[in-house]
């Protein structure tokens, strides 16, 4: 929805923008102003109506001294479209006006500007308010900039809970423009989806539902839950997200809980685990193709493991995190990279099992994923996830080995570490199908980690590496997507997993 958006609306102005440019020189031979005459050499140029007359003239630069032929002026039209083009005024039209006896080349400027708005639709209010506020920046008699309204355009196409369609008409004054649209309120968002990958020990298939609205108690807030259980019944978690604007620049809250239970059916260990999360988010940058954020959080973290009544193990911690993330769209790829560094708080309620975990650790961790189509049905994927602890951290803090992500010929988070990194590669196909809406991937894989669980009391470094590959199907049928795969374990991490394969399935539907 906010690509979409995105493009139609900045793609309109661009293409309005170029059209005008490209008759200008037209326009001005019919009014009678413009008539190149060879035999008059260029000699300087006089602009009116820009904000950037510095720029043309030093793009004239290499036109001067040359006859003022019909290509010459057409090539100084070019050479002034570049100019603006590399500026960062969004919209504008340069006509050629006039070619004085003296040498000196008239022009004139009109730099596009927002004179006002049309909004329709049936949206929740609080949304279409949203829209209103964010829109109403872009307003002035100033010329429109590029970065106001790439911002404004990724705010408004972000809002959640509203569908968005925009254009714009002709304003009444020069350069101005009537910027319409259309709001209306998009429908809660519901999943069900079942798969075969999860622990051994609590029970590989699971099942899990979720839910998702947006602007429910002011506009462009959300609101996501999330049930999650063994078909055993000896694990399951529940959670839940509310995230709300603050402002109308980009700045965001976030509030979230997740609960966690299980219980080990062969010695009777029962696991519990409750986590808060407090956020704040902002955009630094937003560009065309490029977003680039940074988000502060305090996270609350606490475990248990009981046997019987008796408590075995305790974690507590009260952890600052900061996080920088960083997107890059293209036509034939997209790129992201997110570094953030974990550090503990001594705040009260602080406790660690000393014989497994210190109490105050420091983490920085790197993750990167690089999408590339090659052709038109082949696609690449790579992901990296890196990170570095010289401490003894807890279970929630390590980096989980095994499952989705990285090594997916084994179970999940068979193995935790305070340092590594892990790597996969993916290579998918989409054949044409004959069935209008259904898509078809098959894809193949290979995967790795090399990681170190730190010295402990107990316990002492130990590394390890592991890598796996397979390969499968994904099929999305209307609102049921199912991925089919078989996964083969290539280096164990450890003597003792041996050479097998591990077949998995997924299906989920989605409303709407």
């Known amino acids: 929805m906010t690509r979409a958006f995105r493009a139609v609306l900045f793609g309109m102005l661009l293409l309005l923008s170029t059209s005008l440019l490209q008759s200008t020189i037209a326009m001005a031979e019919e009014a009678g102003g413009l008539v190149p005459n060879p035999t008059i050499g260029l000699k300087a140029m006089r602009v009116r109506g820009s904000t950037i007359a510095p720029d043309l003239t030093a793009a004239l630069q290499p036109l001067i001294g040359r006859p003022s032929s019909e290509s010459t002026l057409r090539q100084a039209a070019a050479a002034l479209d570049r100019a603006y083009g590399a500026s960062d005024i ?97 429908p809660p968002r519901l999943s069900l989806s079942f798969d075969n990958n999860g622990n051994g020990t609590l029970g590989r298939a699971q099942a899990t539902a979720s839910a998702s609205m947006g602007s429910l108690l002011t506009g462009g807030d959300r609101v996501d839950m999330l049930y999650t259980r063994s078909i055993s019944g000896r694990g399951e978690a529940w959670g839940a997200t509310y995230a709300m604007p603050i402002g109308f620049d980009g700045l965001q809250a976030g509030l979230s809980a997740v609960r966690g239970s299980s219980v080990e059916p062969i010695f009777g260990l029962r696991g519990r685990s409750l986590n ?105 994927r790579l992901g990296m996830t890196a990170q570095y602890s010289a401490d003894a951290l807890s279970s929630v803090e390590s980096l989980a080995l095994g499952g989705t992500e990285y090594g997916r010929g084994f179970e999940p988070a068979v193995l935790t570490a305070d340092k590594g990194i892990a790597g996969s590669a993916e290579l998918a196909w989409s054949p044409t199908v004959g069935k209008a809406g259904r898509q078809v991937e098959l894809y193949t894989y290979v995967d790795g980690a090399r990681a170190t669980y730190n010295e402990r009391l107990i316990s002492y470094a130990t590394s390890f590496s592991l890598a796996s590959s397979g390969g499968g199907i994904r099929v999305k049928d209307g609102p049921m997507n199912v991925d089919l795969s078989a996964n083969r374990v290539v280096h164990d991490p450890y003597a003792g997993f041996g050479d097998r394969w591990r077949l998995t399935i997924g299906v989920t539907l989605n409303w709407p």
């Open 90 to 186: 969004a919209i504008y039209t340069i006509t050629l006006d006039r070619l004085a006896d003296d040498g000196v080349l008239e022009v004139g400027v009109v730099e596009g500007h927002v004179e006002g708005f049309q909004f329709e639709g049936k949206a929740r209010a609080g949304a279409d308010r949203r829209v209103r506020r964010i829109a109403e920046k872009l307003r002035g008699e100033g010329p429109l900039h590029k970065g106001e309204l790439q911002r404004a355009l990724r705010l408004i196409g972000d809002i959640s809970g509203a569908k968005v369609e925009a254009d714009m008409i002709a304003g009444r004054q020069p350069g101005g423009l009537i910027l319409r649209f259309r709001i209306d309120s998009a």
């Open 276 to 380: 808060f999360s407090a956020s704040l988010s902002y955009p630094l940058h937003i560009g065309p193709a490029t977003l680039f954020s940074a988000t502060a959080s305090f996270d609350a973290q606490q475990s248990d493991i009981y046997y019987g009544d008796l408590q075995l193990i305790t974690e507590r911690s009260r952890v600052a995190r900061a996080t920088v993330n960083w997107t890059r769209s293209g036509p034939r790829s997209r790129a992201a990279a997110a570094l953030s560094i974990a550090r503990t708080l001594d705040l009260p309620g602080a406790q660690a099992t000393i014989l497994l975990t210190d109490k105050d650790f420091t983490k920085l961790r790197l993750s990167a994923a690089y999408h590339r189509l090659l052709t038109q049905n082949l696609v690449l």
